[in-house]
């Protein structure tokens, strides 16, 4: 049997399946190839029963580290030359994870932050001395834990975030209500997320994340009056570029 040419892409995913499965869609899209043998080869350990992330960092619920570990070590025994997680909120997670492995995560919202910094540099608008501003649509446990808010301040850029009401009530309810996206529902969830995203944008929002894997599955660039940037579109591409180092040029 041929060796691949390329590293083998590893997804920890589940965290939800749909999310899972638009990573996947999003790193074939991003692939350059001409023929089957041209893709990058790609194993994903789809989880559906990992403990939910926000529940365990905002109510302290169960875990999901051990789950995330042990699915981790299995992409890796697999031959997984990198990891990548479509769960935003799962990120909290990564430096444990890191620890019980020897193979990179590439971190979602780190490259998130540093892409949104690069193009705005490349906009050469101009900007408030504090930064650009930029609006952050997230679960409670992403905006709790600070991991855009950190990457945003690292790379000279200013964190725009919902109000707890507004959090709750737009944003939140989009993602886990009984209409919302991990449920099954895409209409309302639109127009939560449309509607939350227009409130940064009135505060000064130049670029809005979807920080939240489930969002950009219904919330679309058409809908936000700045550029909307799907992190996990960032992630996807990254990937390619590692897995293939430099192939496709």
Same mark, same amino acid.
């Given at each position: 049997?041929?060796?691949?040419?390329?590293?083998?892409?590893?997804?920890?995913?589940?965290?939800?399946?749909?999310?899972?499965?638009?990573?996947?869609?999003? @790193? @074939?899209?991003?692939?350059?190839?001409? !023929?089957?043998?041209?893709?990058?080869?790609?194993?994903?350990?789809?989880?559906? @029963?990992?403990?939910?992330?926000?529940?365990?960092?905002?109510?302290?619920?169960?875990?999901?580290?051990?789950?995330?570990?042990?699915?981790?070590?299995?992409?890796?025994? !697999?031959?997984?030359?990198?990891?990548?997680?479509?769960?935003?909120?799962?990120?909290?997670?990564?430096?444990?994870?890191?620890?019980?492995?020897?193979?990179?995560?590439?971190?979602?919202?780190?490259?998130?932050?540093?892409?949104?910094?690069?193009?705005?540099?490349?906009?050469?608008?101009?900007?408030?001395?504090?930064?650009?501003?930029?609006?952050?649509?997230? #679960? #409670?446990?992403? @905006?709790? #834990?600070?991991?855009?808010?950190?990457?945003?301040?690292?790379?000279?850029? !200013?964190?725009?975030?919902?109000?707890?009401?507004?959090?709750?009530?737009?944003?939140?309810?989009?993602?886990?209500?009984?209409?919302?996206?991990?449920?099954?529902?895409?209409?309302?969830?639109?127009?939560?997320?449309?509607?939350?995203?227009?409130?940064?944008?009135?505060?000064?929002?130049?670029?809005?994340?979807?920080? !939240?894997?489930?969002?950009?599955?219904?919330?679309?660039?058409?809908?936000?009056?700045?550029?909307?940037?799907?992190?996990?579109?960032?992630?996807?591409?990254?990937?390619?570029?590692?897995?293939?180092?430099?192939?496709?040029?």
């Amino acid at each position: 049997m041929n060796k691949s040419k390329f590293k083998t892409i590893g997804i920890l995913g589940g965290m939800g399946p749909e999310a899972t499965l638009s990573l996947f869609g999003l @790193i @074939i899209k991003a692939t350059p190839a001409t !023929c089957d043998q041209e893709h990058i080869p790609v194993i994903i350990n789809s989880n559906p @029963i990992i403990p939910d992330r926000t529940r365990h960092l905002v109510y302290d619920e169960e875990s999901p580290l051990p789950y995330l570990v042990e699915g981790a070590k299995m992409l890796e025994s !697999c031959g997984a030359g990198m990891i990548l997680i479509p769960c935003n909120t799962a990120h909290f997670y990564v430096p444990r994870i890191e620890m019980e492995i020897s193979v990179p995560v590439l971190h979602m919202p780190q490259l998130a932050c540093a892409h949104i910094a690069a193009e705005a540099r490349v906009s050469g608008a101009t900007f408030p001395e504090q930064g650009v501003p930029v609006g952050i649509l997230a #679960t #409670t446990g992403t @905006i709790r #834990t600070g991991l855009y808010q950190g990457f945003l301040d690292k790379n000279g850029l !200013c964190p725009v975030i919902p109000t707890e009401t507004e959090q709750e009530s737009l944003v939140m309810e989009a993602v886990y209500g009984k209409e919302g996206v991990k449920a099954g529902f895409h209409d309302k969830p639109a127009k939560l997320l449309s509607e939350a995203a227009a409130i940064l944008v009135s505060r000064g929002a130049r670029y809005i994340i979807a920080g !939240c894997t489930e969002i950009p599955l219904v919330l679309s660039r058409e809908m936000v009056a700045v550029p909307l940037v799907n992190s996990m579109e960032v992630l996807a591409n990254k990937a390619v570029e590692v897995a293939s180092e430099g192939f496709y040029r």
